[in-house]
């Protein structure tokens, strides 16, 4: 957490700051934290008992590790600690996502607009001239909107929107699926409620014609004794 923290924090100041003495600060830093991930990989690889089966189910880590602007994701491991975990199991669930969606656009949102600003900003012809244009541009990108009136003209810019775009629509999915579920949930809900009621007007009028059988039964013989006399 801290490494991503700081990672992030070097990252902003190389691409809003440009200066050679906070360059070279900025530089450490990346250095330093891109060690401590690489570490980190190894160790967990080598201690892993099953490797392969290991490596494959952490494919991310890898990548965090081959590509420093992966790094921050570090960060959504946050979103575990919250709250929400005190929930009911359902809605904690639900929590955790929206929770998790939040936190992975706001930050991928800014990790993009950092990424294209440094890519286009000595491009000729460039769209995107500040980190104001880059923020409005992730908005509008991350959201499926893409008004058209900026774009990327490099390549590493055009793989920046690319992975953008998969990850807001992504997102939009998750979103779409826990809305879904919630509503699923509250319709069962409803209908969990409206059987009980059933079930207590049947167990109610059970109990009602038992009570008036035994009372029959209870009176049958005095009525044939009474018809006898």
Same mark, same amino acid.
């Given at each position: 957490?801290?490494a991503? %923290?700081?990672?992030?924090?070097a ?6 700051t440009p200066?050679?003495?906070i ?5 450490v830093?990346?250095? %330093?934290?891109?060690? #401590?991930?690489?570490v ?22 890898l990548?965090?590790?081959a590509?420093?602007a ?6 959504l491991?946050?979103?575990?600690l ?11 669930l639900r929590g955790?996502?929206?929770t998790? #969606? ?8 800014? %990790? ?25 541009w ?7 909107v893409?008004?058209?009136d900026?774009s990327?003209?490099?390549?590493t810019?055009r793989?920046i929107?690319?992975?953008?775009? %998969?990850g807001?629509i ?17 319709v ?5 409620s409206?059987?009980?009621?059933t ?17 029959l039964?209870?009176?049958a ?9």
């Amino acid at each position: 957490m801290i490494a991503s %923290i700081l990672f992030l924090f070097a990252y902003s100041l190389q691409v809003l700051t440009p200066g050679p003495a906070i360059n070279g600060f900025a530089k450490v830093i990346v250095v %330093i934290t891109w060690a #401590v991930f690489a570490v980190e990989y190894l160790v967990s690889l080598v201690l892993a008992p099953k490797r392969a089966s290991w490596f494959f189910r952490h494919l991310p880590d890898l990548a965090i590790v081959a590509l420093p602007a992966l790094r921050p994701l570090r960060l959504l491991r946050l979103v575990t600690l919250l709250s929400v975990m005190q929930r009911v199991a359902g809605n904690a669930l639900r929590g955790r996502v929206v929770t998790y #969606v939040v936190s992975a656009s706001v930050l991928l949102v800014y %990790i993009a607009a950092l990424a294209m600003y440094d890519a286009e900003r000595m491009a000729p012809d460039a769209t995107i001239g500040s980190f104001g244009d880059a923020l409005w541009w992730a908005f509008t990108t991350i959201t499926t909107v893409g008004y058209g009136d900026m774009s990327p003209v490099t390549a590493t810019g055009r793989v920046i929107a690319v992975g953008l775009m %998969i990850g807001g629509i992504t997102l939009l999915g998750i979103v779409t699926a826990t809305l879904a579920s919630w509503l699923v949930d509250k319709v069962s809900e409803q209908e969990q409620s409206k059987t009980a009621v059933t079930a207590d007007h049947v167990e109610a009028l059970r109990l009602e014609i038992a009570q008036l059988r035994t009372e029959l039964s209870r009176r049958a013989p005095q009525d044939a004794g009474s018809e006898s006399r």
